[in-house]
C-alpha cells in the first residue's frame, strides 16, 4: 500500500459526459502527479500540481482538467469523453525535495461506452 | 525531448534463471532513471532509481540495475527469478535541474511484460 488512494476504482459511462476522478496523495506530500495509462499511448505523464499550484503540463487534452484542493486532494476532470480515453488513470505524490521519488495510487479504470 | 525504449514486449523466463530487461534512453543530459513495477490490477511501485553516484543500483525483491552513459541503457537484472516476479516492468526517465532536483515529469517505455515458468 503506497499510501495514495484514488476513488473510484473502477467508472462506467458512455460517451459524451463528464467524470471526476479523485486522488489523496500521502500525508504531507505536496505534489501530485497525474497519469494515464491506455493500450494505445502506454503511460503518459498528464499533469502535475504543487501545494494547490499547476506546476508542469504534458500530453493532457484541453477536455481534461485537474486542480487541486486547500487539503492538497486532487482532482481530475474529464469532459466530452471519446471512447479513446478509455484507460487507467493513475495518481502519483512525492514529498517536497524528493521529486524524483513517486508513489502510485491503485488507479482508476475508465471505461467509455 | 526524452525517449525511453525498452527492449521486448515479453520476456520469459524459467523458475530460477537469469532476468534481464534491457532499457534504452533518448536526453541531452543523462536523466534520472527508473524502474517500476505493475502487478495486475495493481498501481506502480518503484523497483529501484539511479540518480547520481554509484552507477550499480539495487533495488527491492533482490533487483539490480546498472547506469552506462557510454550505452544510454539501465538495463535490469535479477539472478535468479521468482515465480512471484510475474509482473510488467516499466523503464522511467526524468529530467533535473542544474541543481540536481527531479522535474517530476516520468517518461515512460512501453513495458515488458515478464513471464516466469515453473
Known amino acids: 500500500d503506497s499510501g495514495v488512494t484514488q476513488t473510484p476504482k473502477h467508472l462506467i459511462t458512455a460517451t459524451g459526459q463528464r467524470v471526476t476522478l479523485r486522488c489523496s496523495p500521502r500525508?504531507?506530500?505536496?505534489?501530485v502527479y497525474w497519469y494515464q495509462q491506455s493500450l494505445d499511448q502506454g503511460l503518459q505523464f498528464l499533469i502535475q500540481?504543487?501545494?494547490?499550484?499547476?506546476?508542469a503540463k504534458g500530453n493532457i487534452l484541453e477536455r481534461f482538467s485537474a486542480q487541486q484542493f486547500p487539503d492538497l486532494h486532487s482532482e481530475l476532470n474529464l469532459s466530452s469523453l471519446e471512447l479513446g480515453d478509455s484507460a487507467l488513470y493513475f495518481c502519483?505524490?512525492?514529498?517536497?525535495?524528493?521529486?524524483?521519488?513517486?508513489?502510485f495510487g491503485p488507479g482508476t479504470r475508465l471505461t467509455v461506452l | 525531448a526524452q525517449s525511453v525504449t525498452q527492449l521486448g514486449s515479453h520476456v520469459s523466463v524459467s523458475e530460477g534463471a537469469l532476468v534481464l530487461l534491457r532499457c534504452n534512453y533518448s536526453s541531452s543530459v543523462p536523466p534520472y532513471l527508473f524502474w517500476y513495477v505493475q502487478y495486475p490490477n495493481q498501481g506502480l511501485q518503484l523497483l529501484l532509481k539511479?540518480?547520481?553516484?554509484?552507477?550499480l543500483v539495487k533495488g527491492i525483491n533482490g533487483f539490480e540495475a546498472e547506469f552506462k552513459k557510454s550505452e544510454t541503457s539501465f538495463h535490469l537484472t535479477k539472478p535468479s527469478a521468482h515465480m512471484s516476479d510475474a509482473a510488467e516492468y516499466f523503464c522511467?526517465?526524468?529530467?533535473?535541474?542544474?541543481?540536481?532536483?527531479?522535474?517530476?515529469?516520468?517518461?515512460f517505455g512501453q513495458g515488458t511484460i515478464l513471464t516466469v515458468h515453473p
Open positions: 522511467a526517465v526524468s529530467d533535473h535541474d542544474a541543481g540536481g532536483t527531479s522535474y517530476g515529469k516520468l517518461t
Open positions: 500525508s504531507g506530500d505536496l505534489s
Open positions: 502519483a505524490s512525492s514529498v517536497e525535495g524528493e521529486t524524483d521519488t513517486q508513489y
Open positions: 500540481y504543487y501545494n494547490g499550484e499547476e506546476r
Open positions: 539511479y540518480t547520481t553516484g554509484a552507477t
